[in-house]
RNA sequence: GGUGCCAUAGCUCAGUUGGUAGAGCAACGGACUGAAAAUCCGUGUGUCCCUAGUUCGAUUCUUGGUGGCACCA
């Protein structure tokens, strides 16, 4: 993706990260609020419409106050994924920093975060037909099978792969079968730049008051209306899209796999350990200042600290 | 008030013929490049209620407490 020339000088992308329940949204738009900012989410669930309450998208009110991208625009059923966040986010970018100087990122998916600020390698697109191929030899021959094949064609990336996660050896074959070459061959592990600078900042707080919040989250979840809105997506629960915590559990309870009280235990619990996986992810990335939700203040001056 | 049963991990419990203990769930730690709210890997975290005995050694046996449950009054 090719800048163009700006009238603004120093652009800035501030990016806001932390675990489910955190208090991101609010966060993002009290900032985005104080300095004009328009918002970009980085959420790989709140993009789809008909995911309002399950994904905790903003509310009207917030949508309203402030211009949201990446919210609601993408139907359950359209294949959306990091390398297309990727590309449509900077092309995005490069439009709205003609007008802005800063964008506020916000949202919990650390891929689309590192896509968006490093960049991924080039690599060929998922070949569907060739994926349903691999997964059916996945269920036919088993992992060790398609491994051993992956340390054929990849014997580098097999040293270093977890061979016992399918989703991966799966991709890198895949990656190998479609393009003749080893997955790791494409694999740079560079930064790209980017023609703006970045700010992170990460919200979070002790886990007990974490924990708590998404539990009442959740209740909340379910007061507004999620049964009724996974219902409504019942007939698209093997999409990609679904496979979210908060309607697989829903699913389940439709089919009758166990109550409607258990549900929201399992939702509650899967979002804990969402959340953890989360604050794993960001926890490396030392340049995020953390915050508590509540210290606005805090963050915008660490923002105007920056320049 | 009396009798009986129980007390072990965050929870529900198992167990140790006396050598400081283990299951399930919960929890905790980690990995992560076009599926990423996905997918996968790893980890018992414990005054075995308190007290005084017996014993080389007590979570286990005995005494006395404390708390809980049940039944009888």
Not at 60 to 74: K, S, T
Not at 228 to 252: C, D, I, K, N
Not at 287 to 300: L, Y
Request: hydrophobic share 40%.
């Amino acid at each position: 993706m090719k800048p163009t020339v700006s009238k603004i000088i120093d652009p800035t992308l501030i990016v806001i990260a932390g675990p489910t329940g955190s208090g991101k949204t609010d966060l993002g738009v009290a900032l985005a609020r104080r300095f004009g900012a328009p918002v970009l989410s980085t959420d790989s669930r709140q993009v789809y419409r008909g995911m309002k309450i399950g994904s905790a998208q903003p509310s009207d009110e917030q949508l309203a106050a402030v211009p949201h991208y990446f919210i609601a625009d993408r139907e359950v059923t359209e294949r959306f994924t990091c390398a297309d966040f990727e590309s449509e986010a900077l092309a995005l970018l490069d439009r709205l920093f003609a007008e802005h100087k800063y964008v506020v990122a916000v949202g919990g998916s650390g891929l689309y975060i590192d896509a968006l600020c490093n960049g991924l390698d080039e690599l060929p697109d998922a070949d569907m037909e060739l994926r349903g191929e691999l997964t059916e030899r996945l269920s036919r021959e088993g992992l060790g099978t398609l491994a051993g094949q992956l340390r054929e064609l990849d014997p580098a990336y097999w040293e270093t792969v977890d061979r016992q996660n399918p989703a991966r050896v799966v991709r890198a074959l895949e990656v190998c079968l479609q393009t003749g070459k080893p997955f790791s061959s494409f694999r740079t592990g560079g930064k790209t730049e980017r023609p703006f600078r970045i700010i992170k900042i990460g919200v979070t707080m002790d886990r007990a008051e974490l924990y708590a919040r998404i539990d009442r989250r959740v209740d909340a979840m379910m007061d507004a209306g999620l049964e009724a809105e996974a219902r409504a997506l019942y007939l698209f629960r093997a999409l990609p899209s679904l496979q979210t915590v908060g309607y697989r559990e829903m699913f389940a309870y439709f089919d009758g796999e166990y109550g409607l009280e258990r549900a929201v235990e399992l939702i509650k619990r899967n979002s804990r350990r969402y959340a953890k996986r989360q604050l794993t992810w960001f926890g490396r990335d030392v340049e995020i200042r953390w915050f508590h939700p509540s210290d606005v203040d805090a963050a915008a001056a660490h923002i105007v600290a920056q320049g």
